[in-house]
């Protein structure tokens, strides 16, 4: 997906989430952060993989 | 920024892409081709998304000798650091392959070392990823020294955080002694191997030509020797169930096990279908414990070894309980050596780490015969009756069918220390089976008779109706109550959350003496 594109769904979310405009937030600064070596592994090889992810009911 | 920060900064930056880097492209490639992840690829699959801190990266072998002062790496062939798993943290190490092989030298040992001793100070659970070709012989005595260090912590934090180790490539020789000091063991179907002596060495010493896989790989350790625990096909299905296996446990031993709301649904009306009143017809005892814990609960240890005693964590209604159960399924459950290992050693990390113990008992014996004889069931049978008694937690039973002789005392009879103990209706409690028992107490009459087959089974009736039934023993107390089977869900747990606030202390000493 195109850098804009991705940019522009990022700023509607922010917006629809803090309940302003589109166009009244100003993107500053952005980073790109790449898929890890596991990610990549993983999808290389169509593997499928789900963490087993618990939480705790006391907490 | 000034020029000296840009400098700085790259020359931080350049050192942690030599970090990163590891072993190199090509290396890291033949690792992922025989099937396994890297070690940092292992620690991002055992951590919560994004929690893991690498610490030490830069450690590098003062080692000379050999060329090695032109094979340096930053790490040493391991990488270290701590995470959270389930939101709570851990420490691990996770030996990496591609840098020299993984092999233990002074250096690496240090790391390792490091990170268990914040494991200690924090008290939290310690991973071991183990994936090493041994010790590194350029190094000499300090890498063995290295090991040593290990062992000694290993040893002295038994008992006070959970320690895991995970098997996904070699461990060959002295190395072998850190995991089968620690709590549990994982491995890998394919790629993982443990053994003291490698094939070559066995040859040439003995002759026998064996396999890597025939001699020390996951299949011989998860049902023959019983050095492992857990056996998955791959890396990352073996990685889940490590952190699977810690949702059980606290996170040392002052601490109680998480609590995690699931689906209780009672199935416990099912359970006279599943057991049949004819105490010779077996069935899988899974389906007993499945019916009534929480859904999905179950999680069995070492299921492939000594298979006539079941053993695992389950949850009632949220909370861990271990469970320890006779399978009639094998052996038709009776206790032998292995299982009396396997039940003692489960019994005793429980009550290291206030699990409390549930134990549904349908038992008719010790196995008898030379073999067991010879191979000293006397001792290893006294450690299952050692680390009942021993154990502290809550510790409620079911006898559910047969208990005979001294393996129902074995299996948390009410004087080894049991806090409650229920009985179905068609439980059978007593020194011996019916037909044994009227052989000896019945012999002479049996003998005198004009029809001995007759007389043998009137006395056998008359055996049955007094006592192969639960009634004697709740009589004299050794049962707290005779329990319909669709009560069971219900009366356990409530046993259970009675116990809670159990405390019971023993003598004080510095430990006590299993028959090892």
């Known amino acids: ?59 | 920024m000034d020029q000296k920060w840009k400098d700085a900064v790259e020359k931080l930056i350049q050192k942690r892409e030599t970090v990163l880097a590891a072993g190199g492209s090509e290396r890291i490639a033949k690792q992922h081709s025989s099937g396994k992840l890297t070690a940092r690829e292992r620690m991002e699959a055992l951590f919560d998304d994004g929690t893991f801190v690498e610490i030490d990266g830069m450690i590098t072998s003062r080692a000379v000798d050999f060329g090695m002062d032109k094979k340096k790496r930053p790490g040493d062939g391991v990488v270290t650091g701590y995470g959270r798993i389930h939101g709570r943290v851990a420490f691990a190490s996770s030996q990496d392959f591609t840098v020299g092989g993984g092999s233990l030298g002074e250096a690496q040992a240090m790391r390792i070392c490091r990170a268990m001793d914040k494991a200690m100070e924090m008290k939290v659970p310690f991973i071991s990823i183990n994936d090493s070709g041994g010790a590194r012989i350029e190094e000499g005595i300090d890498g063995l020294s290295g090991y040593a260090d290990i062992f000694y912590r290993n040893t002295i934090a038994s008992g006070v955080i959970p320690q895991i180790s995970v098997i996904l490539g070699p461990c060959a020789g002295g190395a072998c002694y850190s995991p089968a000091i620690t709590d549990y063991i994982f491995m890998t179907e394919k790629n993982s191997q443990m053994y003291i002596t490698g094939p070559a060495v066995v040859k040439s010493v003995t002759g026998e030509v064996i396999s890597t896989s025939d001699l020390g790989g996951a299949g011989v350790h998860s049902s023959v020797s019983g050095v492992s625990h857990f056996v998955y096909p791959d890396d990352l299905s073996c990685l889940n169930g490590v952190r699977q296996l810690l949702g059980y446990l606290p996170q040392n031993n002052e601490e109680m096990p998480m609590t995690v709301k699931g689906h209780a649904i009672d199935g416990s009306a099912a359970l006279s279908g599943i057991v049949p009143v004819d105490s010779k017809k077996p069935y899988d005892v899974r389906s007993v414990i499945n019916a009534f814990v929480d859904q999905n609960s179950f999680f069995e240890v070492q299921p492939d070894f000594a298979r006539n005693l079941v053993v695992g964590f389950a949850r009632l209604d949220g909370d861990t309980v271990g469970i320890v159960a006779n399978q009639s399924q094998v052996m038709a459950g009776s206790l032998e050596i292995n299982a009396s290992d396997k039940g003692a050693r489960f019994i005793r990390f429980c009550d290291c780490f206030n699990i409390p113990l549930l134990t549904l008992v349908d038992v008719p014996a010790f196995l008898p015969g030379s073999q067991q004889e010879h191979g000293g069931i006397i001792r290893h049978g006294a450690k299952l009756l050692f680390a009942y008694s021993e154990a502290t937690v809550p510790k409620v039973g079911l006898i559910m069918r047969k208990a005979y002789g001294g393996a129902y005392i074995a299996m948390n009879s009410k004087g080894t220390g049991a806090d409650v103990v229920y009985a179905w209706p068609i439980a059978e409690i007593a020194v011996m089976g019916a037909s044994g028992a009227v052989s000896i107490i019945g012999k002479k009459e049996i003998e005198k008779a004009d029809n001995p087959a007759e007389k043998r089974e009137e006395l056998l009736d008359a055996y049955n109706n007094k006592f192969m039934n639960p009634y004697i023993a709740a009589e004299r107390g050794y049962v707290d109550e005779v329990i319909l089977p669709e009560e069971t869900r219900e009366k356990i747990a409530a046993a259970f959350k009675m116990l809670k606030t159990k405390k019971r202390s023993l003598p004080r000493k510095k430990h006590g003496n299993i028959p090892l």
């Open chain 1, 1 to 59: 997906m195109e850098t804009e594109k991705i940019l522009a769904m990022a700023v509607a979310a922010a917006a629809e989430e803090n309940g302003v405009e589109p166009k009244r937030i100003i993107v500053r600064s952005f980073r790109e952060i790449h898929k890890s070596s596991l990610e990549k592994f993983i999808a290389d090889n169509h593997i499928t993989y789900h963490k087993y992810q618990l939480e705790d009911s006391r907490a």
